[in-house]
């Protein structure tokens, strides 16, 4: 429609305000921070303790300015703009208190920059270095403190270097709530301590170390590794876990050396978790395999690449010839990229012939579900009008979406339904809490409660829904969201955790679909015609391909980047079927207890090593970047994928990366539109389907870059991709499927739900999340996280404790239906009465040896010891 | 285990309740705190913070930011001593350095210099255990610290609560 | 037992120099020496008649309107009016508190410790029928950690006065009710400044917060909040009982009434005298204070705590009427929290105001980069200065130093680069020796050793 002139409706009231910074006029939002609405305009008004993603303080000093009419100098950090404000951040006056506070924390400060981690990229070098006077004035003696301080195995501190802004101190309790470091004493001799005995120990502390300005806070894992002009940068997402945050990752001799967070508005608000941000070392373990290998009689050896992947294929030629497409199986593929899972589908799928894929380990929820829900993206957390979460473990399966659901909670006051089963870091400010009991079903008075905190509140109920029980099955899960989806508006965020589950899921790698969220029934023509061939029938999910190898149904095991024997809750049921299976072809990088039995070893790239796209948890496709060269021979998965596809005839004909990601936009239905060059272009990448989100699109116009204009480090302010809506909107028609293209699949609110079975009085129900410090192989390969891994043990509540008649810290025998161990108790008031919890880990203490993947829940006999 | 002994915690919880939000009673289960143990221990804090929901960094925080707050074992008598400027021209360093003297090796007392005690019409000014006295001079803060010493003044607590 | 007598309580109409106090916060602990400070002492002395005529009356906003018209400005420091400071309170926001200030911090400071410990009664009636006024249900009042005696006798007072049903729930049979919390500090000057105390008061360190928003719109919990000094509550039931205009004709100019002067340092009868503003200081330490020990001369006198800058002995200056606008506008000084330190000349006024650098460097706060850095640094140099190690240039290194903490170096109010006025304060005295010492100090440093003797 157009309009002409005469009706054109009148200009609407104006809702900006204007405001003049050092001559610059600009239109600002009411209430904006002077601070913030400055530089957005192009004035940086220097500042050492504001920090965008923080509430305001005002204790630097640094950011005063003059404003007309005004009396004395307010900071404009803490400052809301108003109307006509003409404001000087640069005048005579101004300057003379930004130098005088400048020498104010130099005065106190350490000349020891040339061996400071933070040398290079300091905002208090810099300044000086600009604007500072030759000498010094001060000619007192200095503050003195003892050289670096552990606030914890991570987290170093020099006080000398301190300057005071208490970013660290705020961002633990404002962001992290995790109060445990304050600032002690007062004056001159104010300083950040924790307490004695009780170390910085949060999941999130690195991020204190990327924020502070100088370097007072350093990391154990980063000191004097390198210097900041050694580095150099590419942009990337951390797979670590689903949330995938925005990172920039820094090598210097082939090395990664450091991850810092980047500030993505939709994902991680520029905040990392600690293993993902330390955990990067482990693609540089000495444990790595990096040559190919196979088995000759009865041990492996080094072999050329070629004859590894004759052997793959031979292998999988004859299973194939003798046994059928259905004797082969590939488990895993959830830690790769979109491009390899897609490759790997078309291996397994159009050129195999077998459905028996699965990315998942039995720790998920069925595809069916998470790729047919209705989605939630993170930032619907934000105008939610409740937020429902069913799993206690989010800080540790998903840390960097923990932050995000505190910051809706309790900065923009969305009401928390907390449906996990035992206690967690939020349920303090729930506005309702109802224990669900596993396996049982949502009550009628939950739904009520539900009902009640949304009245008023606009915006969908956001169900935040994983699998944070090992111990019960999927099925329960998926039937709580049925009920959810049933009485109220939801969207579904998925936890799932595992680094890119839902961009394997999405590329087809999941029994009875294809790539792009369609169906194998639905798919069927359009795949077979692309692809030359696609099975017949629906495969078995990986609890029906470990039973089926158990059974010696399955002859050739692909482990693509799995351990099932540490991965599936079941470790018994797992252990069986390695052990039945007549050829294991691993496409890993470390040899595992699953790996070990392999018959061919084709080693992979890892993170970092590797580029191309990834999902995360909301379906946002994003780059990751290559920043070192693969170590050894290792090969990307993709390409390992089509060499195979090559030896059994097939030529894929895919040279590079961004060929597949172009095919998978091409082919897949979900993915259409989501071009390499678009994947490059969108600054907070594409949420799938494209065509839904098209408006969504901010394109680039200048790269990631840690260094301001003037040369000065910025990795201490938020890390930022410079973008602008596009001026042409993204037109929708234009991303969305061809119009014979499958459809995507729909979740129809379906769910099998089993009746658990009944309660004895004698027996708890066992609740197994994960712990974030787990038995990984990111975890155990970085010795610096290994050593944050808590000693396994039971947590119930103290009345069960005192029934059971041991003390908290005593040894009990539980028992399952798969077995009997001893195990440490803990009484712990967060835990209710009839449940008992525990982390997962494969080991003799963990939880794999009592889950039984085919009860529904676990019930525990807990006898005490004597 | 309880740091604060039965009578004590039920007295901590009242002044918990007293107000609005639990944290307030940080300052006022230190001086609890002290009362009972002479200093401010770190079993002290941790039950601080259990008692007012808050986390054991986050007390101490608080804590240090005060000086009455003894965060190391001090003597039984605390002298604080003025040397802000009405006492310091009329004799208040001296008065301190003559009891830092005195006392450098008597664990009992703990000598300290404060800053104004808001006993400038009495300078120079000390308090034992926040109890005044005024117009000292170095002999007589000695004979009155000595009385508290033997019994013949009865002091307050370490935190300035009466003794019954 | 303990010489309780508390300083100056004692003090009162000089003999023969014909000037006289006006005793009426102070009346009745002049009266009764030997109980003011108990229930009967007060009751016999017309303790809470004003409470039962103001909740007889039930008119809170004409208590409001007295206050307003009997011009009572803050006691605390700032001066700011009483009423309209009540006036901000956003109507019809609820809970809201009422916050006394006792934390009585500023060096020569004496009066609100002499009020808590000798007159506790009237602050409670003064509080209660503020709260009335302002329509508060929940009063705190914060009282210094070292003033054992004071929260002593205060939370005893409260507990006597509830047992009368002075307080607590439907006081008197009005239908309204008032509690009264008893906070004590631990030892912080800072937690006198208000955002500081509601800060400590709510369990944290005592770090003054950034304005806007101010306490009477986010107080304590985030809920409105009034700040008032012990005096100026004390001083509200007498209000109530003069009326307002009556007390209004008390005092000159904009300072009305009367207010407590802590006289201190050389003078021959230190101590608090109540007096009617607009008084000399020459009366007030001559007529009153009894002159100067030895008959010496005033060499140079602080004349509102340790946050002001100074002024001198001459004549000019001691015949300045106690008149808050008028030594602000004429001389850049405060008369702040009424306390007059006296220094004859033998005095050292670089030592002082070396001793005064060292009390803010060790009571800022350190949430400010140039007060926590700056104090620290001026009374560094001081320090040296006053043991013979100056360098020429170290007066106006710290001149210059100073402008970074408070550009200008004014007075009252205070230009400042800091959250609150503490870090200013702690450059008074530099303003203040280069404005009157400057010859002496520069002579003197000229000869001093330096800084590597
Ligand atoms: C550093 C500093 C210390 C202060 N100390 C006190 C104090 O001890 N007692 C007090 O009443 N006001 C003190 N004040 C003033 C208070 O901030 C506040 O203005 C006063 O309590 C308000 O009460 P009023 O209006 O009744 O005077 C201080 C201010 C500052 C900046
Ligand atoms: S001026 Fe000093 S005392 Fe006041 S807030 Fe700043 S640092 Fe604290
Ligand atoms: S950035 Fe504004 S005061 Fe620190």
Redesign the interface.
């Given at each position: 429609m157009t309009t002409t002139e005469s009706d054109a409706p009148e200009a609407p009231k104006k809702t900006t305000v204007t405001v003049t910074v050092d001559g610059i006029t600009f239109e600002a939002q009411p209430g904006e921070l002077l601070i913030k609405a400055a530089q957005e305009n192009g004035v940086y008004i220097p500042r050492f303790c504001w920090h965008e993603r923080m509430k305001?303080?005002?204790?630097?000093?640094?950011c005063?300015v003059e404003i007309e009419g005004g009396?004395?100098?307010p900071?404009a950090c803490?400052t809301p703009v108003a109307d006509g404000m003409v404001v000087h951040s640069q005048n005579d006056?101004v300057k003379?208190?930004q130098d005088?506070?400048l020498?104010?924390?130099l005065?106190?400060h350490p000349l020891d920059c040339p061996v400071c981690d933070r040398g290079g990229e300091c905002p208090l070098q810099d300044q000086t270095l600009a604007f500072g006077p030759g000498e010094s004035?001060?000619?007192?003696e200095k503050r003195h403190f003892p050289k670096p301080i552990p606030l914890s195995e991570l987290i170093l501190l020099d006080r000398e270097r301190c300057?005071?802004c208490a970013r660290c101190i705020r961002f633990a309790d404002e962001i992290a709530g995790d109060v445990l470091i304050?600032?002690i004493?007062?004056?001159?001799?104010?300083q950040v301590l924790n307490f004695e005995e009780q170390p910085f120990d949060s999941y999130f502390s690195g991020n204190t170390v990327q924020i502070c300005p100088v370097g007072a806070l350093t990391a154990t894992q980063y000191r004097f590794r390198a210097r900041p002009w050694d580095l150099s940068t590419a942009e990337t997402s951390c797979t670590t876990c689903s949330v995938q945050c925005r990172g920039a990752v820094q090598s210097s001799s082939n090395r990664l050396v450091r991850l810092l967070a980047v500030d993505s508005e939709p994902v991680n608000h520029g905040w990392l978790c600690d293993k993902g941000r330390y955990g990067l070392e482990w693609i540089h373990s000495d444990n790595r395999l990096l040559e190919p290998q196979v088995r000759d009689g009865g041990t492996r050896r080094e072999v050329s690449w070629p004859d590894a992947l004759d052997r793959a294929a031979d292998a999988i030629e004859t299973a194939k010839e003798l046994h059928g497409a259905d004797s082969i199986a590939v488990l895993g593929g959830a830690r790769g990229t979109n491009e390899d899972a897609y490759v790997w589908s078309v291996l397994a799928k159009g050129v195999i012939g077998t459905d028996n894929v699965d990315a998942q380990l039995g720790d998920g929820l069925p595809a069916e579900f998470v790729l047919g829900m209705e989605r939630a993206e993170i930032a619907d957390l934000d105008g939610a009008s409740a937020i429902v979460l069913l799993d206690h473990d989010v800080r540790d399966e998903v840390p960097v979406l923990f932050l995000r659901l505190r910051r809706a909670m309790l900065e923009l006051g969305v009401p928390l339904v907390d449906l996990a089963p035992v206690a967690h870091g939020l349920s303090a400010h729930a506005a309702v809490v109802s224990r669900r009991v596993p396996g049982e079903r949502i009550t009628a008075a939950v739904h009520d409660e539900i009902t009640r905190v949304t009245e008023g509140r606009d915006g969908p109920v956001v169900v935040v829904v994983g699998r944070g029980n090992l111990a019960a099955g999927a099925d329960s899960v998926v039937g709580v969201a049925a009920d959810l989806a049933r009485v109220h508006d939801v969207r579904f965020l998925s936890t799932l955790r595992r680094g890119n589950v839902h961009g394997a899921l999405d590329a087809g790698l999941t029994p009875g679909f294809l790539p792009g969220r369609t169906t194998l029934d639905a798919g069927r023509d359009w795949f077979a015609e692309r692809w030359g061939g696609v099975p017949a029938e629906r495969g078995l999910d990986a609890e029906g391909i470990l039973r089926a190898a158990g059974d010696g149904k399955i002859r050739v095991l692909v482990l693509l980047g799995s351990d099932p024997i540490s991965d599936f809750p079941d470790a018994t049921l797992a252990r069986r079927a390695i052990d039945a299976v007549d050829t294991i072809i691993a496409v890993d990088a470390f040899e595992s207890e699953s790996t070990e039995r392999a018959d061919v070893f084709l080693p992979c790239t890892l993170w970092g090593e590797k580029a191309g796209t990834v999902s995360n948890l909301e379906g946002r496709v994003q780059r990751v970047g290559r920043k070192v060269a693969p170590e050894g021979t290792a090969m990307d998965d993709w390409r390992i994928a089509g060499e195979l596809a090559l030896r059994l005839g097939r030529d894929l004909d895919l040279a590079t990366v961004d060929e597949v990601t172009d095919e998978i936009a091409r082919v897949a239905p979900a993915f259409a539109g989501v071009t390499s060059d678009i994947v490059e272009s969108a600054r907070d990448g594409v949420v799938l389907p494209f065509s839904a989100h098209a408006a969504e699109i901010v394109l680039r116009t200048r790269d990631l870059t840690l260094m301001a204009d003037d040369g000065a480090g910025v990795s201490w302010d938020p890390i930022k991709v410079e973008g602008e809506t596009p001026a042409e909107p993204v037109d929708e028609a234009e991303v969305a499927a061809p119009a014979d293209a499958p459809p995507l699949y729909e979740w129809d609110g379906h769910a099998a739900q089993p009746d658990p079975p009944g309660r004895d009085a004698y027996a708890l129900r066992l609740v197994v999340g994960r712990a974030l410090y787990d038995d990984g192989r990111l975890v155990s390969e970085v010795p610096l996280l290994q050593r944050l891994v808590g000693e396994p043990e039971l947590r119930v509540h103290p009345s069960d404790l005192a029934r059971i008649g041991v003390d908290s810290g005593g040894q009990v025998k539980v028992t399952s239906t798969r077995g009997s161990q001893v195990v440490a108790v803990r009484s712990d008031a967060g835990v209710p009465a009839g449940i008992a919890c525990m982390d997962f880990s494969a080991d003799a203490l963990g939880a794999a040896l009592l889950i039984d993947a085919r009860q529904p829940v676990v019930d525990l006999r807990v006898e005490s010891l004597r | 285990m309880s740091f604060f002994d039965d009578a004590n915690l039920t007295k901590a919880r009242e002044i918990v309740a007293?107000?609005?939000?639990?944290?307030?009673?940080?300052?006022?289960l230190?001086?609890l705190a002290q009362d009972q143990n002479g200093w401010l221990s770190q079993e002290a804090m941790e039950q601080i913070a259990e008692l007012?929901a808050?986390t054991p960094a986050d007390v101490l925080?608080?804590?240090s930011?005060?000086?009455?707050?003894k965060r190391r074992p001090c003597g039984k008598l605390v002298v604080?001593v003025c040397?802000?400027?009405?006492c310091?021209?009329?004799g208040g360093p001296e008065v301190l350095d003559h009891l830092e003297h005195r006392y450098a090796s008597e664990p009992d007392v703990t000598v300290e210099e404060?800053?104004?005690?808001?006993?400038?019409?009495?300078?120079p000014a000390l308090?034992v255990?926040?109890?005044?006295?005024?117009r000292v001079s170095p002999s007589s803060a000695e004979e009155?610290i000595e009385a508290y010493r033997s019994g013949t003044?009865r002091a307050?607590t370490v935190s300035?609560?009466?003794v019954a | 037992?303990?010489?309780?007598t508390p300083?100056?309580a004692t003090g009162g109409t000089s003999g023969g120099t014909g000037v006289e106090e006006t005793r009426i916060v102070t009346r009745r602990l002049h009266d009764r020496v030997d109980d003011s400070w108990t229930l009967d002492g007060s009751l016999a002395s017309g303790g809470y008649e004003v409470l039962r005529a103001v909740l007889a009356k039930g008119d809170a906003a004409d208590v409001q309107e007295q206050v307003k018209l009997s011009g009572l400005r803050g006691r605390g420091g700032a001066g700011f009016p009483t009423a309209q400071k009540w006036s901000f309170l956003p109507p019809n926001s609820f809970?809201r508190y009422l916050v006394v200030n006792a934390d009585?911090?500023?060096?020569?400071?004496?009066k609100?410790?002499m009020l808590l410990e000798l007159d506790p009664h009237q602050l409670i009636e003064g509080i209660t029928i503020a709260s009335y006024a302002v329509q508060c249900n929940?009063a705190f009042v914060y009282v210094?950690?070292?003033?054992?005696?004071g929260?002593?006798r205060l939370t005893r007072a409260i507990d006597d006065a509830r047992g009368k049903g002075f307080l607590g729930k439907n006081i008197l049979g009005s239908g309204f009710d008032c509690e009264i919390?008893v906070?004590?500090?631990?030892?912080?000057?800072?937690c006198g400044e208000e955002t500081a105390l509601l800060e400590?008061?709510?369990?944290?360190?005592?770090m003054p917060r950034?304005r806007p928003p101010f306490p009477a719109i986010e107080g304590l919990?985030a809920k409105p909040t009034v700040v008032n000094n012990v005096e100026t509550l004390s001083t509200v039931p007498h209000i109530m009982q003069m009326g307002g205009e009556e007390y209004a004709k008390l005092g000159v100019n904009r300072s009305t009434g009367t207010r407590i002067f802590?006289?201190?340092?050389?003078v021959n009868k230190?101590?608090?005298y109540e007096v009617e503003l607009g008084m000399s200081f020459r009366d007030l330490l001559y007529g009153l204070a009894g002159g100067i020990r030895e008959d010496r001369k005033i060499k140079f006198f602080?004349p509102g705590g340790?946050s002001s800058q100074w002024l001198t002995g001459s004549d000019e200056h001691l015949d300045a009427p106690l008149d808050m606008d008028f030594v602000q506008q004429t001389f850049g000084v405060m008369l702040g929290s009424g306390?007059v330190?006296v220094?004859d000349e033998t005095?050292d006024p670089v030592?002082?105001a070396w001793?005064?650098a060292k009390?803010f460097?060790?009571?800022?706060?350190?949430?400010?980069?140039?007060c926590?850095?700056?104090?620290?640094?001026v009374e560094?140099?001081l320090y040296?200065m006053s043991q013979g190690l100056g360098r020429p240039q170290d007066l106006d290194?710290l001149v210059?130093?100073g402008?970074?903490?408070s550009?200008g170096l004014v007075n009252a109010p205070f230009?400042?680069?800091?959250?609150c006025p503490l870090g200013p304060s702690a450059v008074s005295c530099v303003a203040s020796i280069d404005k009157f010492f400057r010859d002496e100090v520069l002579t003197r440093l000229s000869n001093d050793a330096g800084?590597h003797a």
């Open positions: 305001p303080v005002g204790m630097c000093r640094m005063l009396r004395g100098y900071p803490t006056t003379q208190i005088g506070v020498e104010f924390l005065i106190n004035r001060f000619v007192e300057i005071q304050d600032f004493d007062r004056g001159d001799r104010m | 007293r107000y609005p939000r639990a944290k307030s009673a940080i300052l006022p230190a001086h007012t808050t925080g608080t804590c930011f005060y000086t009455m707050l604080s040397t802000n400027v009405t310091l021209v009329v404060v800053e104004c005690l808001a006993a400038c019409g009495g300078a308090q255990n926040y109890e005044f006295h005024e009155i003044l307050r300035g609560a009466s | 037992m303990p010489d309780l300083n100056g809970p009585e911090g500023e060096p020569s400071t004496f609100d410790r929940l210094r950690g070292e003033f054992a005696l929260h002593e919390v906070h004590r500090g631990a030892g912080a000057y800072i400590s008061l709510e369990g944290e360190r005592g950034i919990y802590s006289v201190s340092g050389h230190p101590g608090n602080i340790a306390a330190m220094f005095v030592l002082v001793r005064l009390f460097a060790h009571e800022s706060c350190g949430k400010c980069t140039p926590r850095e700056g104090t620290g640094w560094k140099v040296r290194l210059s130093v402008s970074n903490i550009p230009v400042q680069t800091t959250i800084v």
